[in-house]
């Protein structure tokens, strides 16, 4: 699993590499790399706290928990003015 994600992680960096507009646009390819970095460096972290949750409260409810806590996360998010104002010029 841990090849496959080794795998993943070059072939998207390729891929956004070769999509990458003319002119380097540094922060999109730092964004992308800090995304694979923290993805690698956390996933036995979560795995390691899953496991034992998933034991206490059933699978279907840790994905249920984990699915709400997911979606609240991303609506927080959308919902932030600072984070939705990130891509407009400033005046």
């Known amino acids: 699993?841990?090849?496959?994600a080794?795998?993943?992680m070059i072939a998207?960096?390729?891929f956004v590499t070769t999509l990458?507009?003319?002119?380097?646009?540094h922060w999109v390819l730092l964004g992308f790399s800090a995304s694979c970095a923290t993805l690698a460096l956390?996933?036995?972290v979560g795995l390691a706290l899953a496991s034992p949750l998933g034991e206490a409260?059933?699978?279907?409810w840790l994905f249920v928990v984990i699915?709400?806590?997911g979606a609240l996360v991303s609506l927080s998010g959308f919902l932030s003015p600072?984070?939705?104002n990130l891509d407009r010029p400033e005046k």
């Open 1 to 4: 699993m841990e090849a496959m």
């Open 6 to 8: 080794g795998v993943g």
């Open 12 to 14: 998207g960096g390729t």
């Open 20 to 25: 990458a507009p003319r002119h380097r646009m």
């Open 42 to 44: 956390t996933a036995p």
């Open 57 to 60: 409260i059933g699978i279907r």
């Open 67 to 69: 699915g709400v806590a």
């Open 82 to 84: 600072a984070l939705r």
